[in-house]
């Protein structure tokens, strides 16, 4: 999957992906509340919500990585 279709299916499909890094459980998922969609995130004990799609993907929040770095080197899981 690259970082479009992963674009795609969290915010058209509503779902949500887990995956390990560095021994860490991590993952994203699309929060809908009154028509809004926000955005979720874990790296660990770790949370952070995002209101845009692309600061998700970009932001370095997995151990100093961002998704967009990480896409093709970690098996994601829909949730």
């Known amino acids: 999957m690259n ?3 992963l674009k795609f ?3 058209n499909e509503g779902c949500g992906y ?3 890094y560095k021994g860490e459980p ?3 998922e699309p929060i809908v509340e009154n028509g809004v ?5 874990w790296s ?3 949370n952070k919500d995002y209101t845009d799609i692309d600061e998700l993907m970009t932001d370095k929040f997995y151990s100093g ?4 770095e990480l896409i093709d080197t970690v ?3 829909f949730i």
């Open 37 to 41: 969609f926000t955005f979720g995130a």
């Open 18 to 20: 887990t995956f390990t």
């Open 3 to 5: 970082i479009e279709q």
């Open 44 to 46: 660990g004990d770790k």
């Open 65 to 68: 990585k961002s998704l967009m």
């Open 75 to 77: 098996e994601l899981d």
């Open 26 to 28: 991590c993952g994203m």
């Open 9 to 11: 299916k969290i915010i």
